[in-house]
């Protein structure tokens, strides 16, 4: 069976990208932020045995040398919000001839392809499966045909969008699937706890642990 795993990207721009992290970080040192965590993910997910397509927010031409030098097709997202255009992008690639699909974002930086694999391994008995955020989101979202109505109605950027999409879920009778919790980066306190995590990882390699 075929599962494609897409990845949401935005181009690095500052004033535009992560500015929660302001005045934390400065515009450029922002922009720079969100290229760091955009490229973890990236390798990361190199070692995936599934069919990765970086769906892009934009045309802009850094997202065209990320697709490039990953080696992944890019795609536009399509629609006037967040949840319009991870419904259309899934829609897609299942009437493409995925069997399952996969969406995840570049802000995680637990993001691992084995938290992936555990995705694929749960969508072979749910019909969604979830990777819930702290922050009271999700990192992961993945289903084995479409299910538009669990996008619509939805506060995005707010702690209520995991809450509200199990809602629509149960209301569709949709069976889904949690894995385990992870993090993202948003705020100030997240990019502090990155750096920490960035430290412990050097660390270790430095060690040899």
């Not at 992560?18 to 760091?36: C, F, N, S, V």
């Not at 995936?48 to 536009?76: F, K, N, Y």
């Not at 802000?107 to 555990?118: E, G, I, K, R, T």
């Not at 109505?149 to 939805?154: A, D, L, M, P, V």
Request: charged share 20%; net charge negative.
């Amino acid at each position: 069976m075929t599962t494609s795993l897409l990845i949401f990207a935005k181009a690095p721009e500052p004033g535009l990208s992560k500015t929660r992290l302001m005045p934390l970080l400065d515009a450029q040192e922002a922009a720079a932020a969100h290229e760091q965590l955009s490229r973890r993910v990236f390798q990361a997910m190199a070692t995936s045995q599934l069919s990765i397509v970086l769906w892009g927010a934009s045309e802009h031409p850094t997202l065209v040398d990320w697709a490039a030098q990953c080696g992944w097709p890019l795609r536009q997202q399509q629609g006037d919000d967040l949840g319009e255009r991870m419904a259309q992008a899934l829609a897609d690639e299942l009437a493409g001839g995925a069997e399952r699909a996969i969406l995840i974002g570049t802000d995680c930086p637990l993001m691992s392809a084995n938290y992936v694999a555990q995705a694929e391994a749960a969508l072979a008995s749910a019909d969604v499966v979830l990777g819930p955020a702290e922050d009271g989101g999700y990192v992961l979202i993945g289903c084995s045909r479409a299910v538009p109505e669990i996008f619509r109605g939805i506060e995005w950027g707010t702690n209520r969008v995991l809450e509200q999409t199990l809602k629509s879920a149960s209301q569709a009778q949709l069976r889904v699937t949690l894995l385990n919790t992870l993090w993202d980066v948003d705020r100030p306190e997240d990019w502090r706890r990155f750096l920490a995590l960035q430290a412990a990882e050097k660390k270790k390699t430095t060690d040899g642990v």
